[in-house]
């Protein structure tokens, strides 16, 4: 079956951290450009960072410092460790592989108190 379920959200005060997980399955892990994307309330929904299969990184300038995109195609998992969060983080955080087609998670909410 293809799909990504991603996990690690929570609530977290301002200045936490947290680490989220997808792990994907039905395809070839290794060899997609990877990324997470994430909408809060009333927006649309953003990039927030992005990893080629050979490790290079892009994140938007909002997150650029505080957080941090990984992989492990071992365990065709990638990841996305959040430091520093700010209430503005706040947001369902939803998995990607957009190549050859669109494919999405179901999302993990990641809720920042003041």
């Known amino acids: 079956q293809v799909q990504l379920v991603e996990s690690g959200g929570g609530l977290v005060q301002a200045g936490g951290s947290l680490r989220l997980s997808c792990v994907a399955s039905?395809?070839?892990?290794?060899?997609?450009?990877m990324a997470w994307y994430r909408q809060a309330p009333g927006k649309q929904r953003e990039l927030v960072a992005r990893?080629?299969?050979?490790?290079?990184?892009t994140y938007t300038d909002s997150v650029k410092g505080r957080f941090t995109i990984s992989r492990d195609n071992a365990k065709n998992t990638v990841y996305l460790q959040l430091n520093g969060l700010k209430p503005e983080d706040t947001a369902v955080y939803y998995c990607?592989?957009?190549?050859?087609?669109?494919?999405w998670g179901q999302g993990t909410q990641v809720t920042v108190s003041k």
């Open positions: 990607n592989r957009d190549r050859p087609y669109p494919l």
């Open positions: 039905g395809i070839t892990f290794s060899v997609n450009t």
């Open positions: 990893i080629t299969p050979g490790g290079t990184t």
